[in-house]
């Protein structure tokens, strides 16, 4: 019995992992394989295995919860130490009983970086999850909170903005503080939560006045969203053109403020080539995906203006990809909803209208109410153009984005379209104008 149990709790097993688990003289572990084998319970042979995985879970469900949660903390010191892979040992450690244990919150914070990498952000929030229960230790824990902040943001779950909160009130030095505040800038940028954002900005004590080299980032994200709001306007943009120094040359902590000083060139009518240099420089800079930021549509989105739609389109091809290497559900379904607009203006009416039904399936899946208006405006759009007026109006009417729809200027806009289809005039005119304000 203490054999079966010990290869139910590891799965598959060489003969003296599963012995030393069991907690077995060899020889008493060889007798009891062969019994087992000869009872069909498990396979013959050195690696032992369950000959039915049903029973393998029965006898694996017949250990009392406590011993079990033992037995998995055991295994996964027991395979640590003959070199198993972190996710083998990261499997146990998840089913192990909290314990205020720096290896396995470390185990857990290396294994959730694979996870993550390997585009499996789902797989990283269990794991962190469990390296929050241990819990881990003060110089650790807000290292623990911000992977996990930002696996939830990625995944699409609820919490990452309270969770990356924390990891920013239990940062232990302006290093750890200032990462996490950015991260909390762009989930709250991705959001739409433009006051969330500009509150932050107060609460780490407002923009650097000295541009020093390792806030530029941080200051940068906010400004790029105070920018998007009437009082706060004018100082962003203006403090955004004192950082114009310090963004060249481009590296990645500078993407994000030559993104913003790209569609600044845009808004101040400066030339088309003056406007292409800065998007490119902001994309050639690096780390402009990665970091997923809302505010690399302000670089990309400048090639739009100036009618750069193919350099646009290849970007947002690449936005696509890297969001499903990553597994990032918000990058993705910003990704679709982006390329659906730049397809719309090289005239790729079908395109344009795939891609916005993707972006409004996964951002209804995530729940992302800032999201849904404009991706539900995208795919409106395309519908009109092709003449779908009956699928845009059930589009546009339905009354599930209300929340947000009527604040957002690219809904605005869509529905205004929609009413001069109508030849409703008059709800056209002040479509329009409510849009221009919203704007």
């Known amino acids: ?135 881990p230790p003060p110089e650790l824990a807000s290292r623990v909170a911000l992977e996990l902040g930002t696996a939830q943001a990625r995944a699409g779950k609820p919490g990452a903005v309270a969770m990356l909160e924390e990891a920013l009130a239990t940062a232990r030095d302006e290093s750890e503080r200032g990462e996490a505040a950015l991260r909390v800038a762009r989930v709250l940028g991705m959001m739409g939560d433009i006051h969330g954002g500009l509150a932050l900005l107060d609460e780490v004590g407002g923009p650097t006045t000295d541009s020093r080299p390792d806030l530029v980032p ?86 739009v203006w100036v009618d750069r739609f193919d350099e646009a389109a290849r970007i947002y091809d690449e936005m696509v990809e890297t969001a499903r290497r990553r597994g990032s559900l918000t990058l993705s379904g910003m990704g679709y909803a982006l390329r659906s607009r730049v397809n719309l203006r090289r005239g790729l009416i079908r395109d344009a209208e795939a891609d916005a039904r993707i972006a409004f399936q996964l951002l209804a899946d995530i729940d992302s109410l800032p999201g849904l208006p404009f991706a539900r405006a995208h795919l409106a759009n395309a519908l009109l153009e092709r003449g779908s007026l009956e699928e845009a109006t059930r589009l546009l009417e339905d009354p599930r984005p209300a929340e947000k729809a009527m604040e957002n200027p690219e809904f605005l806009d869509s529905l205004g379209r929609l009413r001069l289809g109508q030849s409703d005039l008059e709800s056209a005119r002040d479509l329009f104008l409510a849009c221009g304000r919203a704007l």
Do not use: C, K
């Not at 909290?98 to 470390?106: A, G, K, L, M, Q």
């Not at 240099?277 to 690096?286: I, M, P, R, T, Y």
């Open 1 to 135: 019995r203490a054999l079966a149990e010990a290869v139910a709790m590891l799965g598959q097993s060489e003969l003296g992992v599963a012995t030393a688990l069991a907690e077995m003289d060899i020889r008493d572990a060889v007798t009891a394989a062969d019994r087992l084998s000869a009872a069909e319970i498990l396979r013959p042979g050195h690696d032992l295995a369950f000959v039915h995985p049903i029973v393998r879970e029965a006898v694996r469900a017949d250990i009392p919860p406590v011993r079990r949660a033992l037995a998995h903390a055991r295994a996964a010191r027991l395979l640590a130490s003959r070199g198993a892979s972190s996710e083998q040992i990261a499997g146990h450690l998840v089913e192990s009983l909290p314990s205020v244990d720096r290896w396995t919150v470390e185990t857990l914070l290396d294994t959730a970086r694979g996870a993550s990498e390997r585009g499996s952000p789902e797989t990283a929030v269990q794991l962190l999850g469990r390296a929050r229960a241990e819990p």
């Open 218 to 303: 941080l200051e940068a994200e906010l400004l790029g969203l105070a920018r998007l709001h009437p009082d706060t306007r004018a100082e962003a943009l203006e403090r955004l053109e004192r950082l114009r120094d310090v963004a060249f040359p481009p590296r990645p902590e500078t993407a994000v403020l030559l993104s913003n000083l790209a569609l600044s060139a845009v808004e101040r009518n400066e030339s088309p080539d003056t406007v292409v240099a800065l998007a490119n420089a902001a994309v050639a800079a690096g780390g402009l995906l990665e970091d997923e930021s809302f505010q690399l549509q302000y670089g990309i989105g400048a090639l």
